[in-house]
């Protein structure tokens, strides 16, 4: 048998409660491999200091952060994975209408900021299209997955949640499937929300008729790649040490 060098998966996600309800899937699907969760405490695609010219860069800057806290080197890590929101990011201007308060429905996004909404999403689209070229990030394979609307939308199949429901909900996640990480997974891969296709027709669908604010995800795809690679390892007799 041959000796393989352990590397390291950077997950980047967009909030705490992400990390809360995913990190232990993502450690069984990961395996051989460590991993290490990013969380980015926002939307790194919608920063006001991210477009199309600099979001690689920002990206990479998150990377380099994870790499120096964790006292790594850039040769310890196999792959970058990039969890985003859809947001409802990809509907048109028409479909974003004014209103007291900020809801996603399945029709439309209602905001009290019309303007700035807009602005967003044509922030989010120009960022995302740039990373969707990207198959490496500064050398490391890199490949960004979406939950639409969110993490909520596809894990509880809720909207609009507060701080405070975001997190229950997360921890109520995690419990539920502490001990039942296949059934995660399974729940992750077969479920309504799980878009069939590759991966290019899962970006080109979410991207039309306005599927951005329904709720669909192409994380299955990152789990069934990591899945057969696990048995790519077994069957070769490789191991790590």
């Known amino acids: 048998m041959k000796k393989m060098p352990k590397k390291v998966v950077i997950l980047i996600v967009e909030g705490k409660t992400d990390k809360n309800a995913l990190e ?14 990013k969380v980015f405490h926002g939307d790194i695609t919608t920063h006001e200091w991210t477009n199309p010219s600099q979001i690689v860069n920002a990206v990479n800057a998150a990377v380099q952060n994870c790499i120096s806290v964790n006292h790594l080197k850039n040769k310890d890590i196999a792959e970058i994975i990039h969890l985003v929101d859809t947001d409802g990011t990809f509907i048109p201007d028409s479909s974003v209408i004014s209103d007291e308060n900020l809801k996603y429905t399945d029709e439309v ?67 539920k499937y502490y001990n039942a990480q296949e059934d995660a997974i399974n729940f992750l891969c077969e479920s309504s929300f799980s878009m069939k296709g590759d991966y290019f027709d899962s970006w080109n669908f979410i991207q039309k008729n306005g599927n951005s604010l329904h709720r669909y995800s192409n994380i299955h795809i990152c789990i069934q790649n990591k899945m057969q690679l696990q048995k790519d390892i077994s069957a070769s007799g490789d191991y790590l040490f």
């Open 24 to 37: 232990r899937i993502f450690r069984k699907i990961c395996e051989p491999d460590n991993l290490i969760v």
């Open 109 to 175: 996004i209602e905001t009290p900021e019309p303007g700035k909404i807009k602005q967003r999403n044509l922030q989010k689209f120009s960022n995302i299209k740039r990373l969707l070229g990207k198959q490496t990030i500064k050398n490391h394979p890199y490949t960004i997955y979406y939950m639409s609307v969110n993490l909520d939308h596809v894990l509880y199949d809720l909207r609009n949640l507060t701080a405070i429901e975001k997190e229950n909900n997360a921890f109520a996640f995690a419990d």
